[in-house]
């Protein structure tokens, strides 16, 4: 009988030690799961608010090229796209019928300075004949007048070759502004008719500088005024473009431009900014994104934007509490600053502590062993 009592008694004390043992590892297992999380305080500093709204480019300068007379193309001296400078030939239109109009009008011009060289003698022939009464004063009075014809015949003369000249010079088509070409609307040996209307032929697109043109709201440009303290001078004197979503480098524009009335139909002013474009990289008719500055902020709260987290509700960043408990905060947000720190425009005080980074290990209501940062 004392074999079994034995037995049991040895089972009890095993079973004890077990739970025991079990209960202390539980404990320590507890102890480590606190994970250590970098945590750290909003930056508070002040900043320059911002407000982006959406744009296009144009060139500083379009210009069609249009055809002025009548013939076959006989020259195209560009390929299309080229760049061109200003007073380079781009088409030649058969000369030949208004270099024969020129020589024409040239010898028109001959003919009628002849006649008044010869009005001229005679008048003055008669002039000295009447002073011995050899004439009449009719006859004088007659030869008078031939000079003035005459004369007025040359000023005729003059003018139809200045005409002829001018419409020759229309053969030879040259580019008005330094820019690039668009495709081309004749080719070499095509008939253009320029006579009656001007034709198309190409465009010249000066694409340095170039233009930003935007829309604000017209509470917006009031805001500006009132902000600017300087009411003959409402714009701001620098504002940014950016291209792709940020893919290409920010570009500084001033800006020149804002329209006198308030379109009715959208409750918008239009304003312009102009930047400087060397590389001609940028292209008339991009689309862009203007980021124009309208005020400050002395003590604006920032975190780094890769310290949030986004879900239906917006933004959110993990809390960690004086207990250094997690909690979830949906925060309200503004602008990028620094291509880096986000502007906290409400959800998260100065003096809190937030979770820097590693997002996905914590959770609410979590015990953390928080790392400043």
């Known amino acids: 009988m004392k074999t079994p009592n034995f037995i049991l008694l040895s089972i009890t004390t095993l079973s004890m030690m077990f739970l025991f043992s079990c209960d202390n590892k539980g404990k320590k297992t507890a102890t480590a799961e606190i994970p250590k999380i970098s945590v750290a305080k909003p930056y508070v500093m002040p900043i320059v608010l911002h407000k982006d709204y959406p744009g296009y480019l144009q060139a500083s300068n379009i210009i069609n090229v249009v055809g002025r007379v009548s013939g076959y193309v006989t020259k195209q001296n560009f390929s299309s796209g080229q760049y061109v400078n200003a007073g380079d030939l781009l088409y030649i ?112 697109y000066n694409n340095n500088p170039m233009f930003a043109y935007f829309n604000i709201e017209d509470n917006q440009y009031l805001a500006m005024k009132v902000a600017s303290k300087d009411w003959d001078s409402p714009l701001p004197k620098k504002v940014y473009i950016n291209m792709q979503e940020g893919m290409f480098p920010k570009i500084e524009a001033t800006p020149n431009y804002i329209s006198p009335y308030v379109n009715l139909k959208t409750g918008t002013l239009m304003l312009r900014a102009v930047f400087d474009n060397d590389n001609s990289d940028l292209k008339s008719g991009m689309y862009c994104t203007v980021s124009l500055p309208y005020g400050e902020n002395e003590n604006a709260v920032l975190i780094p934007d890769a310290s949030t987290g986004t879900d239906q509700l917006g933004r959110y960043v993990y809390v960690v509490d004086k207990n250094n408990e997690v909690s979830y905060r949906h925060i309200e947000v503004g602008e990028i600053i620094n291509d880096s720190l986000i502007h906290v425009t409400a959800g998260l005080s100065p003096d809190e502590r937030f979770v820097t980074k590693a997002l996905l290990k914590v959770r609410v209501g979590m015990k953390v062993e928080p790392i400043n940062q």
């Open 93 to 204: 239109i058969d000369p030949s019928i208004y270099e024969n109009q020129v020589n024409q009008a040239k010898a028109n011009l001959h003919s009628a300075e002849a006649s008044l060289d010869y009005y001229e003698n005679n008048y003055n022939r008669m002039l000295e004949a009447s002073k011995s009464d050899a004439i009449s004063q009719i006859d004088l009075i007659q030869a008078e007048t031939n000079v003035r014809t005459a004369k007025a015949n040359v000023e005729n003369a003059k003018a139809a070759l200045k005409t002829a000249e001018k419409t020759l010079s229309y053969c030879y088509i040259k580019a008005p502004i330094p820019g690039n070409v668009s495709t081309s609307g004749a080719s070499e040996g095509e008939y253009v008719d320029g006579s009656a209307s001007p034709i198309l032929l190409t465009t010249i």
